[in-house]
Nanobody, 121 residues
Framework: QVQLVESGGGLVQPGGSLRLSCAASGTISRIDAMGWYRQTPGKERELVASITSGGSTTYADSVKGRLTISRDNAKNMVYLQMNSLKPEDTAVYYC???????????????WGQGTQVTVSS
């Protein structure tokens, strides 16, 4: 199994910055893509950003140009640099890692405990 531990969340003013980190351990050889999800009470969990082992990235439209995902494969770490933060970015952020499904496809199956990000003045 894969274990994921997030860190770096906290309280920040609008326009400020945070850097989230995620450390992966366990059966890390199973991992290709890693990502960041976020969830606000009453809303469905949404994908913020993802990155493959080769460095290909995807972003939600709402965060393009402000949030940047990166990874260090040698250290089994993934990061989310968050700049120009807005109140609507407030959420619990979860690190995720993918694995093979029984159907021969890949999906996110491992999750961290989450870290709270609050953007408020």
């Amino acid at each position: 199994q894969v274990q994921l531990v997030e860190s770096g969340g906290g309280l920040v003013q609008p326009g400020g910055s945070l850097r989230l980190s995620c450390a992966a351990s366990g059966t890390i050889s199973r991992i290709d893509a890693m990502g960041w999800y976020r969830q606000t009470p009453g809303k469905e969990r949404e994908l913020v950003a993802s990155i493959t082992s080769g460095g290909s990235t995807t972003y939600a439209d709402s965060v393009k140009g402000r949030l940047t995902i990166s990874r260090d494969n040698a250290k089994n770490m993934v990061y989310l640099q968050m700049n120009s933060l807005k109140p609507e970015d407030t959420a619990v952020y979860y690190c995720a890692a993918d694995s093979w499904t029984p159907y021969g496809t890949r999906s996110f199956t491992s999750w961290g405990q989450g870290t709270q990000v609050t953007v408020s003045s």
